[in-house]
């Protein structure tokens, strides 16, 4: 196989190394992204499990407060009987006619008005029974509506609460994207500077760099070759130092004064891809 020449040789150099750099670059911008994203679901799967401990307590608690009114419902029944809430006057009526027939002797009277009373008390009882049963009902059921109540307002609290660290992570993320793009964009101009500066110095032209000078620094025209030449391994191209812009003007207007009067200075960058 012939040996390229030394312009197709300095730009295939080139070309695989930006290549090399910016596979690099997009590897370790996944292993960022998978990073940071492994992060917000370690938070929020935790933020899940709070949540649902949460709620298993409350409902818990919930649970106790229940068997506790029905304990005390059954506590006071026991205690002051199951009682009507007004007395039946006519079952008063029979019971004192009852009496004054036995006391006068008069015990078949007697024993049929305590019969018919015997009946309407039977039926009280059962119906003083259902209605204790009902206040029971009630009660319960008004703590179980005040309980339905905390119990939505912890969801819907811990609801807003995910659903803010969801839209944490989303804005992480997205802000992490766009760093990534503008890294991205950036380092591509700087390579297409790269390749500009490579043709020039190919084509013997005098960079417009501060590399053309004795005190200049190579990695601003020729960051991949100087990396591949043993700087920085993954170490990304250094953009130009805003602050030596003035000089630089002030240097290629010099180089273009001596180029009118034929005294070009030798181009420092041709060195490097010797």
């Known amino acids: 196989m012939l040996p390229l020449p030394l312009g197709a040789a300095a730009r295939n150099v080139l070309h695989h190394g930006q290549r090399s ?11 960022t992204i998978a990073a940071v994203d492994a992060m917000w ?12 401990a949460a709620l298993r307590v409350l409902q818990e608690r919930h649970e106790d407060a229940l068997r506790s009114l029905r304990m005390e419902q059954v506590v006071r029944a026991r205690d002051s009987g199951i009682r009507p809430v007004r007395r039946n006057k006519e079952l008063l009526n029979l019971r004192r006619s009852e009496a004054v027939l036995a006391s006068h002797n008069n015990f078949t009277a007697a024993s049929r008005v305590k019969a018919a009373a015997d009946r309407l008390q039977d039926a009280e009882s059962n119906g003083t029974h259902a209605d ?18 905390e119990l939505e307002a912890l969801r819907k609290r811990l609801a807003s609460r995910l659903r803010e660290v969801e839209a944490a992570r989303d804005r992480d993320l997205e802000k992490l994207g766009r760093k990534i793009k503008v890294n991205i964009v950036r380092t591509q101009q700087l390579f297409a500077k790269e390749r500009q500066h490579m043709e020039a110095a190919l084509n013997g032209c005098l960079l417009n760099s501060k590399s053309t000078r004795p005190d200049g620094r190579l990695e601003e025209c020729f960051p991949t070759m100087v990396r591949l030449a043993g700087g920085p391994k993954g170490s990304p191209p250094v953009a130009p130092d805003p602050q030596h812009k003035e000089r630089r003007v002030q240097h290629n207007e010099r ?14 960058c041709a060195a490097l891809l010797e």
Do not use: S, Y
Not at 132 to 149: A, I, N, V
Not at 263 to 268: A, F, H, L, M
């Open 255 to 268: 180089n273009k004064w001596r180029r009118c009067q034929g005294r070009q200075e030798p181009d420092g």
């Open 132 to 149: 204790w049963l009902l206040r029971c009902h009630g009660e319960q059921e008004r703590l179980l509506t005040q309980q339905r109540r």
């Open 21 to 31: 750099h910016l596979e690099q670059h997009d590897a370790a911008a996944l292993e």
């Open 41 to 52: 679901a370690q938070q929020l799967f935790h933020l899940r499990q709070e949540a649902t």
